[in-house]
């Protein structure tokens, strides 16, 4: 159920990009809403060659592995609202975020999941994140289309259907 509204909460926008676009989404909605950012990278790269790319990708989703990630300096302690960003893997959360769902207790947590994609498959985003994060609040994902253009409107959009108030200065503040 969506809530009215989360103005008062602490966000963290955590991402992981394969290609740069998620990432960027990120960026744009730290922008917007003045919360704090986290990039996660997979401690071992995934192939450049796509066929490669693909191959692992659909071997880690079919056997629900979690790869290991790189450290990263922030921890969803302290924030009640998460905006997670993923390409939009086969239909579902790419292995990286995934993974980094899996090892964090987000019990209580407001989730608002986004994704980036280039029209492939689409899945149930919603659903794959409140399988892995069974005691948090999974709101209404959005998906963007790689090449949309200026996703600022949408992601405007989005963020008032959840009621995440705009930043007043426009200011971003920290990323990890």
Known sequence: MERNSVCSDRTLI????????????AQ????????DRCEIYPWQPYPAAFPELLRQVKRE?????HPRLLPVRRTPRGY??????TPNWCGTI????????Y??????????????????VSGDLRRDIQA?????DVLTPLSILEDCGQPEP???????????????????????
């Open 132 to 136: 892995l994060c069974p005691r948090a």
């Open 28 to 35: 744009a909605l730290q922008a917007m809403t003045g919360g």
């Open 14 to 25: 955590v991402s992981y990009s394969y290609s740069g676009h998620t990432h960027r989404l």
């Open 61 to 65: 989703i079919e056997t629900q592995h």
């Open 103 to 120: 090892r964090n207790d987000l019990s209580g947590k407001v989730i608002l999941p986004f994704c980036s994609h280039c029209g492939g």
């Open 80 to 85: 009640s609202v998460l905006l997670v960003g």
């Open 154 to 176: 949408l992601l405007r959009q989005w963020l008032a259907q959840a009621g995440i108030p705009l930043a007043r200065t426009g200011a971003p503040a920290n990323e990890t």
């Open 94 to 101: 790419a292995p990286p975020l995934a993974s980094w769902l």
